[in-house]
């Protein structure tokens, strides 16, 4: 029994270097997503909790209550904005690096490069019966 890699002709493959891999590793990261939404989360229900404080008070009396509410809110929801940008910058450069792939010249692959033989069979029988990835006419 003799096992065959199907090769699609119409695919196209990108070649990729070792420091392309690793900018798409290092870009494919969600620390600043995840950063992002941590602190708008916690941000918001401060500042809400904060001004709902002032707001039930007859006379203003500035609390550690209020203060930490308001002031850990304001916080939050300037460092999600600031990690909010770093997402967006980090997504655009993953964009980036893919365009770069992309773009890269295409190769035309001889037929002969195409038949890869057989998996753990005898490959004599493969080269008679000629390339598996020309075009039919």
């Not at 916690?42 to 609390?63: C, D, H, R, W, Y």
């Not at 002031?71 to 997402?87: C, D, H």
Request: proline residues 3%; hydrophobic residues 35%.
């Amino acid at each position: 029994m003799t096992n065959y890699i199907h090769y699609d002709s119409e695919r196209t493959d990108y070649t990729v270097t070792k420091d392309e891999l690793n900018s798409l590793e290092n870009g494919a990261s969600t620390l600043w997503k995840d950063v992002c939404l941590v602190s708008i989360s916690m941000g918001v229900p401060l500042l809400i909790n904060g001004i709902a404080e002032i707001k039930s008070q007859v006379e203003f009396k500035l609390t550690l209550t209020i203060f930490l509410n308001v002031t850990l809110g304001i916080i939050g929801i300037v460092l999600s904005i600031i990690f909010a940008i770093a997402w967006y910058k980090s997504g655009k450069n993953l964009g980036t690096i893919i365009k770069g792939i992309k773009n890269k010249p295409r190769m035309e692959v001889p037929p002969e490069m195409c038949n890869v033989g057989s998996i753990g069979g005898n490959t004599d029988s493969l080269k008679e019966k000629g390339s598996d990835c020309e075009k039919d006419n």
